[in-house]
């Protein structure tokens, strides 16, 4: 049976829809699943923003056919492991768990490598494109310890 892992962010354009992308090149993926939504239906079925579409072209990651989506409480019964970017999106998805095994799956993507910090990814999208550089290498990082823990 495949692990299945959820990226989750506001819009799922910017954050997730890398972090996902980033993690699918890590792993194998006929073992693990990897998707991403977004806790706002600011972007439904909308392609990642072109600045983060960018940088994973600058690591030959295409992360074009991916569309956002919204988080729902059917991803708690669908995903083993639910990484959200930031403080604000973990609250969003853990008002929507209905039980204390929802809320275990869920936890900041940064703590995998800042372990109980809680450490934020920024939300890149209104600064300039060096953010998308930054969240992309914080991602990045996370991403290598996650593919690590379930290879």
Do not use: W
């Amino acid at each position: 049976m495949k692990t299945r892992i959820l990226m989750v962010c506001l819009g799922n354009i910017c954050r997730s829809p890398l972090a996902e992308g980033i993690l699918k090149s890590k792993v194998d993926t006929n073992k693990i699943f990897v998707d991403s939504a977004g806790t706002g239906d600011y972007h439904i079925d909308e392609g990642p923003d072109p600045r983060s579409v960018a940088i994973a072209n600058q690591y030959d990651l295409d992360i074009t056919s991916q569309r956002g989506r919204q988080f729902s409480v059917e991803d708690f019964d669908n995903f083993d492991r639910i990484y959200v970017m930031d403080m604000s999106n973990y609250h969003n998805v853990i008002s929507l768990a209905r039980n204390n095994e929802d809320k275990e799956k869920v936890s900041l993507i940064l703590n995998e490598i800042f372990p109980g910090e809680n450490v934020e990814v920024p939300d890149p999208y209104h600064g300039g494109e060096d953010g998308f550089q930054k969240v992309y290498e914080m991602l990045d990082q996370a991403c290598d310890v996650i593919a690590e823990k379930n290879s």
